[in-house]
């Protein structure tokens, strides 16, 4: 693992795994504007990505942040954010 | 007072995962005793023995990703085990969801989730997964099988150590009995086999080293196993009115405490457990316009599925507790243990037995205790050896399973074939 900052392609590509793993669903027809309803992510879904998400970008996700996650493409920012105020 | 049987059966064992692989596998005399597979397929050199019976060819392809997410290998037992039973009784075509009850029997669950999580606590201090917390919940199965067969009934998870299956289904009995509810999903299921788990058994020196040779005169020990066995049970009303396949009866349960010691077995509790249930199914035939009564079934028994651990101590006193209810009968009563073809699965081994006996009662067919050629002289039963043995061709059979588990619990239920 690199302390460089990942970039938003490698990122959103890692979490899209993350959750096509999860759901067990075809990585292809996930993209950043899909939503987490859309994907059928429930709460414990969304708790579960969270720790993958802070385990391989070693990161903090708030507690609060999660309830404003609604699209792939809202964590894939929030990484980014956390990622650039730690750096 | 309603009258009660089984009409579907689902189970994972390690010689069968379906009633009708595993009523093959004792039919033929295939043992699932074999040399431990460790989840990291790294077998533990400092265990003293290495023969466990596992579960093969589990089959996950049919679960959600949620189901796999959230459950690990003892719950999936448990909704794949309560699929087949409900699929063969027609169980929620037939029930309303909240008038059936769901009562599963386990030991110990989630030891696959937790205890990877807990070495790299120890050893990375790392952060634990979110989910180990409703993967390793007790009652997880439980509540994955409401989820899935949709039932909003009664549910409720008992542990009660080796006795958790016989408990539940026991229990199960007495609710669609009482007209609390007019079916239910009741069995036990149990993955215990980790590392930890293993060590802790070794060190326990209760396991044989070789095989799990029950009643035998040179017995060493159990053999430990995992395996889920769940019946459908419903009044013989509503199976009748649909003409459904009815495999056995459930006639009487009992239960007790030994009150003596956590791991030391006591002849008077299973003997106090054996007695109750005989008085129960008296009070089943009573409450049902049947004649007969306690004198009666137990001059009828014509089967035991012995607990049967192959330890010295369990079953020198299940022997002596079957001597003390039966008198002179006991040496007459065909008997057998099947945990040398099955090992020993803890909750999941009550069961999975019940569910042998009654298929047992429904070809009227007697498994054999598979791994010891004759019975301990020092024994008096008319243990089942060799080979299966035919029951009665006509007529009802009685028969009894029996459960002693670790902490003096004990669960007996009486089955008659229909």
């Not at chain 2, 995992?226 to 009115?241: N, Q, R, V, Y």
Request: aromatic share 4%; with cysteine; charged share 15%.
């Amino acid at each position: 693992m690199s302390d460089t900052p990942a970039t938003a392609e490698s990122i959103t590509n890692t979490i899209i795994g993350f959750i096509a793993a999860q759901k067990t669903l075809d990585p292809n027809i996930i993209t950043p504007a899909s939503t987490f309803d859309e994907l059928q992510m429930d709460s414990l879904d969304k708790i579960n990505l969270s720790f993958e998400v802070e385990e391989r970008f070693k990161i903090s996700i708030p507690d609060n942040a999660l309830d404003s996650l609604r699209t792939v493409g809202d964590v894939v920012a929030g990484v980014q954010r956390i990622q650039s105020e730690n750096s | 007072m309603q009258r009660v049987v089984i009409t579907g059966m689902g189970c994972l064992t390690p010689i069968g995962n379906t009633p009708d692989a595993l009523w093959r596998s004792l039919e033929s005399g295939i043992s699932g005793i074999a040399p431990h597979i460790p989840d990291d397929n790294n077998p533990d050199p400092l265990l003293k023995f290495k023969n466990t019976a596992q579960v093969h060819d589990l089959d996950l392809s049919s679960l959600s990703s949620t189901q796999i997410q959230t459950s690990e290998r003892c719950s999936q037992f448990a909704i794949l085990a309560a699929r087949q039973a409900a699929k063969q009784s027609g169980l929620t075509q037939h029930h309303a969801p909240a008038n059936t009850a769901i009562i599963l029997g386990c030991s110990t669950n989630g030891r696959h989730a937790e205890e990877p999580e807990i070495a790299r606590v120890y050893r990375d201090n790392a952060r634990v997964h979110p989910l180990s917390i409703p993967r390793s919940m007790a009652s997880n199965g439980l509540s994955q099988v409401a989820i899935d067969q949709n039932i909003t009934g009664p549910a409720f998870t008992i542990s009660t150590a080796c006795a958790s299956g016989a408990h539940a289904i026991g229990t199960a009995f007495h609710m669609v009995r009482s007209g609390m509810v007019s079916a239910a999903l009741a069995g036990a299921h149990e993955a215990p086999l980790t590392r930890t788990f293993l060590r802790a058994w070794d060190s326990m020196r209760v396991v044989s080293p070789t095989q799990c040779r029950p009643f035998s005169a040179d017995r060493d020990g159990m053999t430990l196993a995992e395996g889920a066995g769940i019946l459908t049970l419903e009044t013989l009303a509503s199976a009748k009115a649909r003409n459904a396949t009815i495999f056995a009866e459930i006639l009487g349960f009992g239960m007790s405490a030994d009150a003596h010691h956590i791991t030391q077995p006591r002849a008077d509790g299973p003997t106090q457990a054996i007695r109750a249930c005989l008085e129960d199914a008296a009070r089943t035939l009573h409450a049902t316009d049947q004649p007969g009564d306690t004198q009666s079934l137990t001059e009828q028994i014509a089967y035991i599925n012995a607990h049967g651990t192959a330890t010295q101590t369990n079953d020198a006193v299940e022997a002596a507790a079957i001597a003390s209810v039966f008198g002179h009968l006991a040496p007459h009563i065909p008997i057998s243990s099947t945990k040398g073809f099955l090992g020993h699965s803890l909750g999941g081994s009550s069961a999975i037995e019940t569910l042998i006996t009654a298929l047992a009662l429904h070809h009227r067919r007697l498994p054999f205790t598979y791994g010891t050629p004759t019975c301990d002289p020092a024994i008096p039963l008319d243990l089942i050896t060799g080979s299966p043995r035919p029951a009665a061709a006509e007529g009802p059979i009685l028969a009894l399973t029996n459960s002693l588990a670790f902490g003096g619990l004990n669960a007996i239920l009486c089955l008659r074939s229909f």
